[in-house]
T-cell receptor, first 113, second 112 residues
Framework: DSGVTQTPKHLITATGQRVTLRCSPRSGDLSVYWYQQSLDQGLQFLIQYYNGEERAKGNILERFSAQQFPDLHSELNLSSLELGDSALYFC????????????FGQGTRLTVV | GQQVMQIPQYQHVQEGEDFTTYCNSSTTLSNIQWYKQRPGGHPVFLIQLVKSGEVKKQKRLTFQFGEAKKNSSLHITATQTTDVGTYFCAAPFSGGYNKLIFGAGTRLAVHP
């Protein structure tokens, strides 16, 4: 158990809909990362938050947004969903940023039908 | 650019054979990390290399960081079926809080 909790584990939704994925980092970790992993693909960096503030962005679509709350949990919002958004979405956390080991949650498998 | 190239994409070996995956960056890295993702699982940290020319071993796994800190390798000796999974390298790239960028991964299949 990495200590990072993601909910829900599975999500099936229709095209055009909006969903919210939730991540609770390890206790004490200030940095949260979101990654997208399409079928048999690598981990695409989406966005990073540190202590409530956005710190780095990757190839995140404009339809996607995220935030980190004062209690350090983070949410990834995906809107106007398309079939191609079907993927595993991972959240990871570490104490201070990319220089150290990242701990991954179990992921949320999103299926858009 | 802010990316790490990883090869090969796939590797099929017979149990007992060796396996190596390579990562390369065009820029000098402050450190490089290796992760393993079992089928259906999530990435799990294996090791971090920081020093130029560093070599670390974990049982049958040997990790190397190049002298120029631009490349790294993971070598598995005498693979076992438990080694099956995808191996990723990852490195922090510039920015105040260092976004962690992953290589494309090498999927290892081990045939008994």
């Amino acid at each position: 158990d990495s200590g990072v909790t993601q909910t829900p584990k599975h999500l099936i939704t229709a095209t055009g809909q909006r969903v919210t994925l939730r991540c609770s980092p390890r206790s004490g970790d200030l940095s949260v990362y979101w990654y997208q992993q399409s079928l048999d693909q690598g981990l695409q960096f989406l966005i990073q938050y540190y202590n409530g503030e956005e710190r780095a962005k990757g190839n995140i679509l404009e339809r996607f947004s995220a935030q980190q709350f004062p209690d350090l949990h983070s949410e990834l919002n995906l809107s106007s969903l398309e079939l191609g958004d079907s993927a595993l979405y991972f959240c990871a956390s570490n104490p201070s940023g990319g220089g150290t080991e990242a701990f991954f949650g179990q992921g949320t498998r999103l299926t858009v039908v | 650019g802010q990316q790490v190239m990883q090869i090969p994409q796939y590797q099929h070996v017979q149990e007992g054979e060796d396996f190596t995956t390579y990562c390369n960056s065009s820029t000098t890295l402050s450190n490089i990390q290796w992760y393993k993702q079992r089928p259906g699982g999530h990435p799990v940290f294996l090791i971090q290399l920081v020093k130029s020319g560093e070599v670390k071993k974990q049982k049958r796994l040997t990790f190397q960081f190049g002298e120029a800190k631009k490349n790294s390798s993971l070598h598995i000796t005498a693979t076992q079926t438990t080694d099956v999974g995808t191996y990723f390298c990852a490195a922090p790239f510039s920015g105040g809080y260092n976004k962690l960028i992953f290589g494309a991964g090498t999927r290892l299949a081990v045939h008994p």
